[in-house]
């Protein structure tokens, strides 16, 4: 697992420089914070994210203590109103 995170975290920081772009998927046209999260998991990992946070926050286990996450989860909080 560790090294499964530590290739996330490698593949992310080879993103530095890209260009943000609102709505954007790929590196060449640029991307937005879910398009990064959703490409570095995808192309690392080959694990297909949805595209917008909200959706992805929706995917996988809920974690209900910090302790409990591990290298490479992602973690969401939820607004409240």
Do not use: H
């Amino acid at each position: 697992m560790a090294s499964k995170a530590s290739n996330v975290v490698a593949s992310a920081l080879n993103m530095i420089g890209v260009r943000y772009r609102w709505g954007g998927n790929t590196p060449d046209s640029g991307l937005d914070c879910s398009g990064f999260v959703r490409y570095v998991y995808q192309n690392t990992l080959g694990f297909t994210l949805p595209r917008r946070a909200v959706d992805m926050s929706r995917v996988g286990e809920k974690i209900i203590k910090v302790t409990d996450l591990k290298p490479g989860d992602l973690f969401f909080i939820r607004k409240l109103d």
